[in-house]
């Protein structure tokens, strides 16, 4: 079983920006894909961004749009995501998720584990 907990959630004004976290225990972090998603009120959970094993990054290009950075630290099992020049409609709650694969993928339903989500506000 692998655990994930996110944080270093919050609010935040447009433009600020945010580092949120997602420490993991149990397994092998080194050797799966770490995934962030989204989910905004009333809206259908979206992909943000992955990282693999070997370190390959996706992101989903709609709204990026070179605003965020994921990476990871297999030292600390820990996979970051710094968020900068924050929209409202960047507001959602944000998830990690893992997958024991070393490729990523955009569908969240092919991840293993989740953590429980860390709450992003950004007010206009």
């Known amino acids: 079983q692998v655990y994930l907990v996110e944080s270093g959630g919050g609010l935040v004004q447009a433009g600020g920006s945010l580092r949120v976290s997602c420490a993991t225990s149990?397994?092998?972090?080194?050797?799966?894909?770490m995934g962030w998603f989204r989910q905004a009120p009333g809206k259908a959970r979206e992909f943000v961004a992955a990282?693999?094993?070997?370190?390959?990054?996706?992101y989903n290009t709609n709204f990026v749009k070179g605003r965020f950075t994921i990476s990871r630290d297999n030292a600390k099992n820990t996979v970051y995501l710094q968020m900068l020049n924050l929209k409202p409609e960047d507001t959602a709650v944000y998830y990690c998720?893992?997958?024991?694969?070393?490729?990523?993928?955009?569908?969240?339903?092919?991840?293993?584990?989740w953590g429980q989500g860390t709450q992003v506000t950004v007010s206009s």
């Open positions: 149990g397994g092998t972090f080194s050797t799966y894909t």
């Open positions: 990282i693999t094993w070997s370190g390959s990054i996706a």
């Open positions: 998720a893992a997958r024991n694969s070393r490729w990523y993928s955009e569908h969240g339903e092919l991840y293993d584990y």
